[in-house]
């Protein structure tokens, strides 16, 4: 792509991306930004003033025709010779971090008091990733991979990791030292989980057995049987009375940690179960599974309170937003979904992961592990591809975001010279959430008002 400024016609800045044609071009509103679309399928954005490429989208699979930029400046949109419509964060808005971890996540957590995530796999290092700029921060080896708990204590001072040998470990977050290794379960480490303000460690495994330790000593304090398979996740209430965890055997179970003893048993999962959260208000719990639903249950009751589908695979992780009107899951189809818990409706799906394996041998990228901010603004997921993604996702969870995307998606028709009744037939068509293709049908007389008479 060749630029000339018209006052200097001799000066001529150029863009080099691909060495095929390059069908389609746009310049943002305030001319900072040059939108270039190539014959290689890929769309790329540039810094005019520096003349660099600072972003490049993959998702085409046939020539692009056509890009423009959304109303709002934040979203570009892209049109293929097939009529595919895809829109994508614009550049120099940090809304997706991509970290290469070099290995299959399975499992992590955020600190709850401050900027790190921890992240652990198919390897026999626990990573500690700063969210905010995607640093790897610190690196704590010994493992036997492959690491599947990790918990941060309260204070985010510890955490506590377990591999598949069944032994937990404890380490001091500021320094990376280890502090204390407990030979836990038989088979796999699962889950481990902090409890009363840190002084107490829970952990879960392969055994079916959940048992509590004495952080400082490695003490085993207590344990709770009643699963009969692997025990995946668990999840304290918000209050601190009561533990969740989500077992193969189909169930997922409610104790009563001031006696240690059975509270519930929710049955209602037809496969095994491998997530489960609390609401923050302590009155819901979530469990995910792979009989690729979303089970939401009345913690007081221990009834299902309503069945969320949408997955096409098994669903793995899962979270609540810390205002509880969002929930967020992962699934092996490859795609996270975000949940509005006011309609119990699919607001979103956000399709991360897309990077070829180089690790293991799986030939599908799928998302296992999910993690919320505590602050609620971002997403972290990780997968089979070895990439760690961090989202920002405030601009995903209000409304004026939802109408700015059913907007983008009017306008681009329109900019096809779709008639209203085209666009009516073929808005069902496209990869739309539902909540965005009901506002798309709600904004039409917009653009088409009826004629006066």
């Given at each position: 792509?060749?630029?000339?400024?018209?006052?200097?016609?001799?000066?001529?800045?150029?863009?080099?991306?691909?060495?095929?044609?390059?069908?389609?071009?746009?310049?943002?509103?305030?001319?900072?930004?040059?939108?270039?679309?190539?014959?290689?399928?890929?769309?790329?954005?540039?810094?005019?003033?520096?003349?660099?490429?600072?972003?490049?989208?993959?998702?085409?699979?046939?020539?692009?025709?056509?890009?423009?930029?959304?109303?709002?400046?934040?979203?570009?949109?892209?049109?293929?010779?097939?009529?595919?419509?895809?829109?994508?964060?614009?550049?120099?808005?940090?809304?997706?971090?991509?970290?290469?971890?070099?290995?299959?996540?399975?499992?992590?957590?955020?600190?709850?008091?401050?900027?790190?995530?921890?992240?652990?796999?198919?390897?026999?290092?626990?990573?500690?990733?700063?969210?905010?700029?995607?640093?790897?921060?610190?690196?704590?080896?010994?493992?036997?991979?492959?690491?599947?708990?990790?918990?941060?204590?309260?204070?985010?001072?510890?955490?506590?990791?377990?591999?598949?040998?069944?032994?937990?470990?404890?380490?001091?977050?500021?320094?990376?030292?280890?502090?204390?290794?407990?030979?836990?379960?038989?088979?796999?480490?699962?889950?481990?989980?902090?409890?009363?303000?840190?002084?107490?460690?829970?952990?879960?495994?392969?055994?079916?057995?959940?048992?509590?330790?004495?952080?400082?000593?490695?003490?085993?304090?207590?344990?709770?049987?009643?699963?009969?398979?692997?025990?995946?996740?668990?999840?304290?209430?918000?209050?601190?009375?009561?533990?969740?965890?989500?077992?193969?055997?189909?169930?997922?179970?409610?104790?009563?940690?001031?006696?240690?003893?059975?509270?519930?048993?929710?049955?209602?999962?037809?496969?095994?179960?491998y997530g489960v959260a609390f609401s923050p208000d302590g009155k819901l719990l979530a469990s995910t599974g792979h009989d690729r639903t979303i089970r939401i249950w009345n913690v007081e009751s221990a009834t299902v309170f309503t069945v969320l589908r949408g997955h096409q695979e098994w669903v793995w992780g899962l979270a609540f937003s810390p205002d509880g009107r969002r929930l967020v899951t992962?699934?092996?189809?490859?795609?996270?979904?975000?949940?509005?818990?006011?309609?119990?409706?699919?607001?979103?799906?956000?399709?991360?992961?897309?990077?070829?394996?180089?690790?293991?041998?799986?030939?599908?990228?799928?998302?296992?592990?999910?993690?919320?901010?505590?602050?609620?603004?971002?997403?972290?997921?990780?997968?089979?591809?070895?990439?760690?993604?961090?989202?920002?996702?405030?601009?995903?969870?209000?409304?004026?975001?939802?109408?700015?995307?059913?907007?983008?998606?009017?306008?681009?028709?329109?900019?096809?010279?779709?008639?209203?009744?085209?666009?009516?037939?073929?808005?069902?068509?496209?990869?739309?959430?539902?909540?965005?293709?009901?506002?798309?049908?709600?904004?039409?007389?917009?653009?088409?008002?009826?004629?006066?008479?």
């Open positions: 792509v060749a630029m000339r400024h018209l006052s200097e016609p001799d000066n001529v800045l150029r863009f080099i991306g691909t060495q095929k044609s390059v069908p389609a071009i746009a310049f943002s509103a305030d001319g900072q930004w040059l939108l270039t679309a190539g014959g290689d399928m890929r769309v790329r954005i540039w810094n005019v003033k520096s003349q660099r490429e600072v972003q490049q989208f993959r998702g085409h699979v046939e020539q692009i025709a056509q890009l423009l930029w959304a109303p709002d400046g934040l979203r570009i949109i892209s049109i293929c010779q097939v009529g595919t419509i895809n829109l994508w964060p614009r550049a120099g808005v940090p809304d997706v971090r991509q970290v290469e971890c070099g290995f299959g996540l399975y499992s992590m957590t955020y600190q709850r008091n401050g900027p790190l995530l921890a992240v652990a796999g198919v390897s026999s290092d626990v990573v500690l990733v700063d969210s905010l700029t995607g640093r790897t921060m610190r690196r704590l080896p010994g493992h036997r991979p492959t690491v599947f708990g990790l918990g941060f204590d309260s204070a985010g001072k510890r955490i506590a990791t377990g591999d598949r040998g069944g032994v937990v470990r404890i380490w001091d977050v500021a320094t990376g030292t280890l502090l204390r290794t407990i030979t836990a379960h038989k088979g796999s480490a699962d889950a481990t989980l902090f409890l009363r303000d840190g002084s107490l460690l829970a952990s879960a495994g392969m055994d079916g057995a959940i048992r509590f330790w004495d952080p400082s000593t490695g003490e085993k304090l207590g344990e709770l049987f009643g699963h009969t398979q692997r025990v995946h996740s668990l999840a304290v209430s918000p209050d601190g009375s009561l533990l969740a965890s989500a077992s193969d055997d189909h169930t997922v179970r409610l104790w009563d940690l001031s006696g240690r003893q059975p509270r519930a048993v929710l049955r209602g999962h037809t496969d095994w179960v992962s699934s092996g189809d490859d795609l996270i979904k975000l949940w509005d818990l006011s309609t119990w409706q699919e607001v979103q799906s956000l399709e991360e992961h897309v990077a070829r394996l180089r690790v293991t041998d799986y030939d599908t990228p799928r998302p296992y592990c999910l993690a919320m901010s505590p602050d609620g603004h971002s997403i972290a997921s990780g997968g089979t591809d070895g990439y760690l993604v961090i989202r920002h996702a405030r601009p995903w969870s209000n409304e004026v975001a939802l109408e700015r995307e059913a907007m983008a998606i009017l306008d681009a028709l329109i900019e096809q010279k779709k008639t209203e009744t085209e666009i009516r037939d073929l808005l069902p068509r496209l990869h739309l959430t539902h909540a965005a293709r009901e506002r798309a049908f709600a904004l039409l007389p917009r653009y088409f008002p009826t004629p006066f008479k």
